[in-house]
Structures are given as structure tokens and as C-alpha cells.
């Protein structure tokens, strides 16, 4: 029974890691359904098509990603192959028939709660923002606040303190990257860029406008 109780941590270890590495590959830009087909692929080591391969490995960012997976699930699946022939088939307590229906329920409920969409947009968004905070470039702690809208929302400035990560070289990939804030524009010795379709490069030293809620906006600066 020990082997089917491993059998179930792992299947759900091995769902969560998916919905995690999806999440992950969505903070590069890449769009839900390839993304979500990249991380199962790359855990399963099922393998690419060609066009999709190209730009996983072409981008740094992508291709750690998809090493981390396919090295967590060389792990992953042999276990779970190991631990249902233990589990099944050497002896322990209960009949094989009662170890195999309390995998087979375990498994259904599994199945049932990762398909579950909420839970699987939590899971994906957690995995989207622990990305986020790796490749988002370092920001200024100190918040200028330009307006206050209402109670809690406002127009603030964040001054980029390093050089962007790949991924987030440009104003309109930084807006798409910081889905609790909304980018307004680029303030550069001063000179203004508005963010709307805008593939400028940042540099240190720019100074983001965003509009949100102050929390929001206090969290990018202390991240």
C-alpha cells in the first residue's frame, strides 16, 4: 500500500510541475496552448515538433525551463512506473484488487481536481510570477506616486536600477510581463514613450509609468 500512497504523491508532483512549468513558459511570451504542450512534452520526453523546438531553443530563458522539466521528469517517471508494479503486483497488505481500486480512486480524484480549471490557473499563475520575479529587471524601491485615482489606485513612477533580462528587453514585453500593474510609458531624459505597441529597448536608469493599486505597485518596487 506504501507503493500505491508513492504512486499518488507522485502523479501529483508530476501535474503540479506541469502547471508550473506552463506557467513559467507563458512569463517568456509564449502563447497558453504551445505553452502548456512545450511542458508536457518536455516532462514526458515525448519530444518537439520542429518550428516549436526552434524557438524553445533558441531563447535562453525557454531552454532552462525546458532542461529543469525534462530533468524533473526523467525523475518523475520511472517512479511512477516502478511504484505501480510495487504497488500492484508485490505482495503487501490487501488483495491486488483492493490496492488497485484505491489507485485507480486516488488517480480519478487526481485527474479530476488538476483539470479542474481554477486550480489549474492557480497553479499556472504561480509558476507565471515566480518566473516573472527571475527575469523582471530590478526596480526602484522608492515609488513616486504621480496621481491618486480613487482610494487606492494610483499613477506612479519606478525607475529601472539594472539591464532587463532577455524576455523583457523592450517597453511593450515589460507591459505584458506585469499583469497586476498597467505599463503606461516610458519617461527617458525626459521624453515620453507611450507603451502601446512600443518595441523601445530599455536601459537602466529609464523610469516606468504605471497605473494600479498601491500595493501593487509598492510590490514591484520591493521585489
Keep these: 500500500m506504501y507503493a500505491v500512497a508513492t504512486f499518488l504523491v507522485v502523479a501529483v508532483m508530476t501535474l503540479t ?14 502563447p ?19 518550428t516549436e523546438a526552434e524557438n524553445v531553443v533558441n531563447h535562453p530563458v525557454r531552454r532552462r525551463i525546458i532542461a529543469t522539466t525534462m530533468f524533473v521528469g526523467s525523475l518523475g517517471t ?11 503486483i508485490a505482495p503487501g497488505p ?11 480512486s486516488g488517480l480519478l ?18 509558476g507565471r510570477r515566480y518566473a516573472n520575479r527571475r527575469l523582471l529587471p530590478a526596480l526602484s524601491t522608492e515609488v ?19 539591464h532587463p533580462d532577455n524576455t523583457y528587453r523592450s517597453l511593450s514585453a515589460m507591459s505584458d510581463g506585469l499583469p ?7 519617461r527617458r531624459e525626459g521624453d515620453y514613450l507611450d507603451a502601446t505597441g512600443s518595441d ?23 521585489s
Design 17 to 30: 510541475f506541469t502547471r508550473l512549468a506552463t506557467g513559467a513558459l507563458l512569463a517568456t511570451g509564449m
Design 32 to 50: 497558453p496552448d504551445i505553452a502548456a504542450f512545450q511542458a508536457r512534452s518536455a516532462f514526458s520526453g515525448a519530444g518537439f515538433t520542429t
Design 78 to 88: 520511472p517512479t511512477l512506473v516502478v511504484s505501480v508494479m510495487v504497488g500492484l
Design 94 to 104: 490487501g488483495s491486488t484488487t483492493e490496492r488497485s481500486l484505491v489507485a485507480f
Design 109 to 126: 480524484f487526481i485527474v479530476l481536481v488538476a483539470t479542474n480549471r481554477p486550480m489549474t490557473r492557480i497553479l499556472t499563475d504561480v
Design 144 to 162: 513616486d506616486e504621480e496621481l491618486t485615482l480613487g482610494a487606492d489606485h494610483i499613477v506612479a513612477t519606478l525607475r529601472i536600477d539594472k
Design 180 to 186: 497586476d500593474v498597467r505599463v503606461l510609458g516610458l
Design 200 to 222: 523601445v529597448e530599455l536601459h537602466p536608469g529609464d523610469e516606468l509609468i504605471v497605473y494600479g493599486s498601491r500595493d501593487s505597485i509598492a510590490a514591484l518596487g520591493s
